[in-house]
C-alpha cells in the first residue's frame, strides 16, 4: 500500500513534438496589431479619441432614449420632443470646435432638427455618427488587441515549457542511451530483492498470525521515518483497535469479521455496532495493507539517498526480518558508497527498466538528437519574440 516512488521521472517513451511555431506566429500578428493599434491611436491622441468616445456616446445614448418616446402626437410626446431637441441641440452646440468628426454630429442635428420627428429621422442620425464612432472605436480595437497579445504571451510561454519539458525528456533518453546496458545490475537487485522478499513475508505473516494491535505498532513506528510510505491506520479503526478486545485478533481475522451479519458477529465481538464504526467502514484499508512501503523500489534510488533509506527501513522492520535479511541491506548500502559503481550500475538498470526497443532504435539513429535539436530552436524563437513583444 504504498504511493513512494524514489526513482527518477521515467524518460523511456516517445518524446511528442509540441507545436511551437503557431504560437510565435500568433504572437507576432497579435504583437503587430496592438502595436499598429496604438500608432492608430496616436494618430489622433488618446484624450481626444477619449473625449470624442464619451461625445458620441452621449449622443446616441439621447437617440436611443428618444427614438421611441418622441415620435408620437401626444401631450407627453411634445414634451419628451422638446426636451430631446433642447438636450441634442445643446450637446452638439457646446462640442469643441477643433473635435475629429465633429461634421458628423451635427449632420446628424441636422437629420432630427424638424418641428416633428419620425423613427426614420432617428435612424438618419444615428447613421449620421457612424463616422465618429468608427474613429472612437479605435479604443475598443486597442483592447481587443491588448486582450490578444496577452493571450497570445500566455500561449507562448506554455509552449516554451512543452519544449523545455521535452529537451529535458531528450536529456534523459540520450543520458540512459549512454548507459552499459552490459553491467551486472543483479548486483544491486540481488539484495534488493532478498530484502524485499524478506519484509513482505513478515507482513505477510503478521497479517495473519499476529494481533492487529502488534501489526499496528509498527505501522505507528513508520511514522517516525518520513522516508518510509507507510499509511497509518485511520483514526477510528486505530482506536478501536487499542481499546477493544477485537484488536488482539489478526487483521485477516478482523476483515473475516467485517463480512459477517451482525446477528453472527454477536458471537466474536462485544459491541457489533462498535465494531462496525471502527472496523468495517475501514476493510479498504485493511484489505490494501501490505509491505510495499517497506521495500527498496527497482530501479534503485540514487546513492546518495540509500544510506538514510536503509537506516529508516532498519529502524521499522526491527525484529520484524532475520538478520541476515537486515545484513543483506546493509550490504546494499555499502554498495552505494562506491558512488562510481554504483550509478554505473544503476544507470544501466533505470536504462533497462525505462528504454523499449523503439527508444533504443531512436537513439541508434540520432532521432533524438535531431529532436532536441528541434525543440532547442523553437525556444529560442520563442524567447525571441517574447522579447520583441511589446507590454500590453
Not at 270 to 298: K, M, S
Request: hydrophobic share 40%.
Amino acid at each position: 500500500m504504498s504511493g513512494r516512488d524514489r526513482t527518477d521521472g521515467g524518460a523511456g517513451t516517445a518524446v511528442e513534438r509540441p507545436q511551437g511555431g503557431d504560437a510565435v506566429e500568433e504572437l507576432e500578428a497579435a504583437a503587430a496589431d496592438y502595436e499598429a493599434a496604438q500608432a492608430a491611436i496616436g494618430e489622433v491622441g488618446r484624450e481626444t479619441l477619449e473625449t470624442l468616445d464619451d461625445r458620441h456616446r452621449t449622443a446616441r445614448n439621447l437617440l436611443l432614449e428618444y427614438r421611441d418616446k418622441a415620435t408620437d402626437t401626444g401631450a407627453q410626446e411634445f414634451l419628451n420632443f422638446a426636451q430631446f431637441k433642447q438636450q441634442f441641440t445643446n450637446h452638439v452646440e457646446g462640442l469643441d470646435d477643433d473635435l475629429p468628426r465633429r461634421g458628423a454630429f451635427e449632420t446628424a442635428l441636422e437629420a432630427v432638427d424638424k418641428t416633428r420627428l419620425s423613427e426614420d429621422d432617428f435612424e438618419r442620425a444615428l447613421d449620421a455618427l457612424e463616422p465618429a464612432a468608427a474613429l472612437a472605436e479605435r479604443l475598443a480595437d486597442e483592447s481587443a488587441a491588448r486582450d490578444r497579445l496577452t493571450a497570445a504571451i500566455s500561449d507562448a510561454r506554455k509552449r516554451r515549457q512543452e519544449h523545455a519539458d521535452a529537451v529535458d525528456r531528450c536529456d534523459r533518453l540520450l543520458e540512459l542511451g549512454e548507459a552499459d546496458l552490459e553491467a551486472p545490475v543483479d548486483v544491486l537487485r540481488d539484495p534488493i530483492e532478498t530484502w524485499n522478499d524478506a519484509v513482505r513475508e513478515a507482513i505477510a505473516t503478521l497479517r495473519t498470525d499476529a494481533s492487529a494491535r502488534e501489526l499496528f505498532t509498527v505501522l505507528e513506528r513508520a511514522e517516525r521515518y518520513p522516508l518510509v510510505d507507510l499509511d497509518a491506520p485511520p483514526e477510528p479503526l486505530a482506536s478501536y483497535v487499542e481499546r477493544e478486545p477485537a484488536g488482539e485478533e489478526s487483521v485477516a481475522r478482523l476483515l473475516e469479521y467485517a463480512d459477517f451479519s451482525r446477528s453472527k458477529l454477536e458471537h466474536y465481538v462485544e459491541d457489533p455496532a462498535a465494531f462496525r464504526r471502527g472496523v468495517a467502514t475501514e476493510r479498504t484499508y485493511l484489505e490494501r495493507l501490505d509491505a510495499e512501503g517497506l521495500t527498496v523500489d527497482w530501479p534503485p534510488p540514487p546513492a546518495e539517498e540509500v544510506p538514510w533509506l536503509v537506516r529508516e527501513l532498519r529502524g521499522v522492520a526491527t525484529g520484524l526480518v532475520a538478520d541476515d535479511a537486515v545484513a543483506t541491506l546493509r550490504s546494499f548500502a555499502t554498495l552505494a558508497r562506491d558512488r562510481d559503481r554504483y550509478d554505473r550500475l544503476r544507470d544501466a538498470a533505470v536504462a533497462r527498466d525505462r528504454l523499449d526497443e523503439t527508444d533504443r532504435e531512436r537513439l541508434e539513429s540520432g532521432a533524438v538528437e535531431a529532436e532536441r535539436a528541434e525543440h532547442r530552436d523553437a525556444i529560442e524563437r520563442i524567447d525571441e519574440a517574447l522579447e520583441a513583444a511589446p507590454a500590453p
